[in-house]
C-alpha cells in the first residue's frame, strides 16, 4: 500500500472544494493500492512527511507568494526531512487571483533544496473563479495516486 498526503490550506469554501476534489481523485475506486491523508498545513508536520510515498502541495498565492500556512508547515518540517526525502515525488496545485508565478517559485525553491522530484507541471487556478479548477483538482489528484500505484514515481 503507497501512502499519499495531501497538504492543502483551505481558507474559503472554494479551496477546500479544491482539496476534496484532490481527495476524490486520489481516492477514485480504480485506484485500490494508495491510502490517502488530507491534512491542512498546520496539522500536517515532519512525521506525515517521512511516511508518505508522495505529496500534493495545494496553496492560495497571498501577496504574490504561497500561503502562510504553507510556508509555515515548510519551516516546521525542512530540516527534520532534509536529505531524508529526497527523490519524494510531488504536485502542487496553486488557487491564483493573479498569475500565480511568485507563488510556484516561492514552493520550487524549497522543495528544490530538499531535491524532492515534480511529477507533473504545477497546476495554476488563474484568475477569478471558475468551476473546471475542480476537475483539474480532481485530475492532478488521480494522476497522482495512479502514479503511485503503477510505481511510475
Given at each position: 500500500?503507497?501512502?499519499?498526503?495531501?497538504?492543502?490550506?483551505?481558507?474559503?469554501?472554494?479551496?477546500?472544494?479544491?482539496?476534496?476534489?484532490?481527495?476524490?481523485?486520489?481516492?477514485?475506486?480504480?485506484?485500490?493500492?494508495?491510502?490517502?491523508?488530507?491534512?491542512?498545513?498546520?496539522?500536517?508536520?515532519?512525521?506525515d512527511?517521512?511516511?508518505?510515498?508522495?505529496?500534493?502541495?495545494?496553496?492560495?498565492?497571498?501577496?504574490?507568494?504561497?500561503?502562510?500556512?504553507?510556508?509555515?508547515?515548510?519551516?516546521?518540517?525542512?530540516?527534520?526531512?532534509?536529505?531524508?526525502?529526497?527523490?519524494?515525488?510531488y504536485?502542487?496545485?496553486?488557487?491564483a487571483?493573479?498569475?500565480?508565478?511568485?507563488?510556484?517559485?516561492?514552493?520550487?525553491?524549497?522543495?528544490?533544496?530538499?531535491r524532492?522530484?515534480?511529477?507533473?507541471?504545477?497546476?495554476?487556478?488563474?484568475?477569478?473563479?471558475?468551476?473546471?479548477?475542480?476537475?483539474?483538482?480532481?485530475?492532478?489528484?488521480?494522476?497522482?495516486?495512479?502514479?503511485?500505484?503503477?510505481g511510475?514515481?
Amino acid at each position: 500500500m503507497k501512502r499519499l498526503l495531501i497538504v492543502a490550506h483551505v481558507p474559503s469554501q472554494n479551496t477546500t472544494r479544491l482539496r476534496d476534489a484532490a481527495v476524490e481523485g486520489a481516492s477514485a475506486p480504480e485506484i485500490e493500492a494508495v491510502e490517502v491523508r488530507a491534512l491542512t498545513p498546520f496539522e500536517a508536520g515532519p512525521d506525515d512527511i517521512l511516511a508518505a510515498d508522495g505529496v500534493i502541495l495545494g496553496t492560495t498565492e497571498n501577496l504574490g507568494y504561497m500561503s502562510g500556512a504553507l510556508k509555515d508547515f515548510f519551516d516546521r518540517s525542512y530540516y527534520a526531512v532534509l536529505e531524508k526525502t529526497e527523490g519524494l515525488p510531488y504536485c502542487l496545485y496553486i488557487r491564483a487571483g493573479h498569475d500565480g508565478t511568485g507563488t510556484k517559485r516561492g514552493v520550487e525553491t524549497i522543495v528544490t533544496g530538499l531535491r524532492w522530484r515534480a511529477v507533473q507541471a504545477p497546476l495554476i487556478c488563474r484568475g477569478p473563479w471558475q468551476d473546471s479548477f475542480v476537475g483539474d483538482c480532481r485530475d492532478l489528484g488521480m494522476a497522482m495516486a495512479a502514479g503511485l500505484e503503477a510505481g511510475i514515481f
